[in-house]
């Protein structure tokens, strides 16, 4: 279909916002239903059904929500404005009196999206705001208008006494009027009048002009007492404050109007607040050139680092929890003893520890296993996802927390109910969340590269593109969506889309092709902001998995060169350390993790080996040898002889006693041995007694009684019944294989462009079939009215009542139609018993069927003919 003409512009305006829609064409109706899915839940029959949809409040309420804060202040202009308003009393009460360049040049751009989402409807001569909008925007003494003006004069004087206006028209210097709804409008007329309304005002006290000035911008609500002061009394008896009840008074729109010069809002703001950068970046201010080219390079390499720092906390993790984590609460999630547990193992904060095992179950790596004693662990995708290279890891983990909805920074908090959120338990999905760590990305992305934004103005920004969704109760600044740009700051940093607070390279290509394939396939533009859209929409905010999957390898192209390359040595040294100077290959960091213990960490990482970790080493199967060959193999410097020594040392302890079932029993070939454990009075607890020579017994668990040797500086192997020793190797627990959590979309997803395109073609085919002209039927096809006062019925009947013809009407009727090729309108019952009127083109009658290409549905389809209650010619064919 043609685009429509803009609306009222033909001979005929809009009566209503159906009409309204039918002059629009189908790009334009395209735009609607992506701008409000909710539309589209489930598809309209028509357009008459899409406009009241489209006015109900819950639809109307969700788009306002999304309207930056301009979008908004024209809007509830119209609110305060009559009804239809025409363009230029709009651009009146944005601009006032003295008129504004730039809210001139940005209010078309203003209407024209306020029309496209159907907000508003008609010509720029009868501007109309939808109804609910206009309730929710207008003022009450409930609901307060966001532009603080009061009712009209007309509105606040409704159930006066016609002797109170006439007194009020008296107080006031005009002539006295023979009915209340004269005397109104003299009133209206000398408030909107600026010379007389100025004039008046010249002869107030300066009592009175000061209660006005506190009135104004609003509230316009005033308490008075029985006996007002002689300034209220002076306002009261000339109209300028109206009884709103018996002790409050209001100031009337059109008095509030001319204090302000004509302005509807105190500061309206056409232009969005710019992103600042922060006062102190990576290099000076004025630098330049060669200066000014080093900046992008630390940030990269600063994200870089936190990239490998991050898929290293996730790392290790998994490898805290990989014979099975901590229990799952009864009502879901982490307990605050578990967590505290956690973040100890990665040394980190709990808030920290707390994000981390969000996003490894965001990314689907770690998931409860579903056993009955229900534990955390990874899942088998860990392990896929650990034979990826770290660039692609890194991608893995970006997109996961691009698009999750659950968010970490709730941790800790009181849901509704005063019940505290713990990490992995419910009520912790924020549909904003992805939508705004988008939208922050894309802002930062407008800055120069290696420029860091002020945190204040990128929420001043964040808070004009949505000012309805920003606010709080009471205009605190700590509303969800600033709290949720500060955890996105905070968590871009951790994972490495930022370094030092600006954007990197692989954030860069994360974002945008365009960028990615200038990083890729060229020098890193210099200079300029990114070219940015408008915000994500609501869903997921990453689009369809294929263009995430592919943001990702652009992402993981550009950060492969940063990240450092895997080593295959370490350094040893002579107290007992070996110095990792940075990442190790995976065999080699395996090896180090079961031999030593992590000392410190950061760029270069610090391995002590004790005899604890030797003796763990040797549990897992390693000898002595295997221990030797393996550290020479891979040290860049001579094994230290101190080393040497306490792997031989341990090794030649290891598996002199051993440990076995009895409940247990303690064996050992040097009876001194033995005699020198029972002598010890820390090993009363594990009530030893002597079965032989060279055997004690227990009544303590084979484990706990390892444990307590192990504690006395001995060094005992566990046997089995046969009387081998046995290895002690770590088990690694998987859950079933589960899928990452699915994000909860703040609203409706947007819809795809088949789904638009097919949503709007039905449409348009069932608003056809509702509005089509048809031919006046036969009076004889309509049934009698019961008595001859009924005549207006039966024409109505005939206009518009599912048509009723005979069965041999019918044939004869659709028979003629497709040897002709034109177009009928049937009504047609289905095997449910619903009614429904269809336009169809019939092709072919046979066999008590008829085949035809249905307008209504937009396909062909087959309908028996015992199914059609009647069939009716058109007046025009539609096709």
Known sequence: MPEGVPEGTGSTPPRTLAEALRTRGDRSLTALLRARPDLLSPVPNDLSQLATRAGTRASVVRALERLDRFTLQTAEALAVAPEPAPYDALRALLTGDEGDERIEAALPAAVETLRDQALIWGGNDRLRLVRTARELLAPSPSHPSPTGLGPTVAEATAGMSPGRLQEILVSAGLPSTHDPVSAVSSITALFTDRTRMAALLDTAPMEALSVLDRL?????????TASPTPPVRWLRDRGLLLPATARTVVLPREAALHLRAGRAHRRPEPVAPAVAPRAETTGSAGSAGSAGSSRPQVVDSTAAAQA???????????????EGGPNVLRAGGLSVRDLKRTAAALDVTEPVAAFWIELSYAAGLLAPDGQTDERYAPTPAYDDWQELPAPERWARLATAWLTATRTAGLVGSQDSKGRTLAVLGPDLDRGPAPEVRRRILELLATLPEGTAPDPESLLARLRWERPLRGASAGGRPDDLRSRLAAWTMNEAEMLGFTGRGALSSHARALLSPRDAEALTGGPAPTGGPAPTGDPAPTGTGAGSAADSAAAGARAARVLAPLLPAPLDHVLLQADLTAVAPGPLLRPLAELLSIAADVESKGGATVYRFTPGSVRRALDAGRSASDLHDFLKAHSRTPVPQPLAYLIDDVARKHGHLRVGTASAYVRCDDEAVLDEILADKRSQGMRLRRLAPTVLAAHTEAAALLDGLRTMGFAPAAESSEGDVMITRALAHRTPPRAAPAPVPDGPPTPDATLLSAAVKAI????????????????????APASSGAASSRAAAVNDALPRTTPGETLATVQAAAMTGSAVWIGYVNADGAASQR????????????????HTADEVRTYPLHRITGVAELADDPA
Do not use: H, S
Request: hydrophobic share 45%; net charge negative; proline share 10%.
């Open 764 to 783: 348009r085919a069932g608003d056809m079939a509702a509005t089509v002209v048809r031919k006046p039927l036969p009076e004889a096809t309509v049934p």
């Open 216 to 224: 104004v911008w609003g509230p316009p609500y005033g308490e008075v």
């Open 308 to 322: 490998y720092t991050a898929l290293a906390t996730v790392e290790e993790l998994a490898k805290d929890w990989n």
């Open 839 to 854: 336009v169809i083109a019939p092709v072919r009658v046979e066999g008590g069927y008829v085949t035809a290409y249905d």
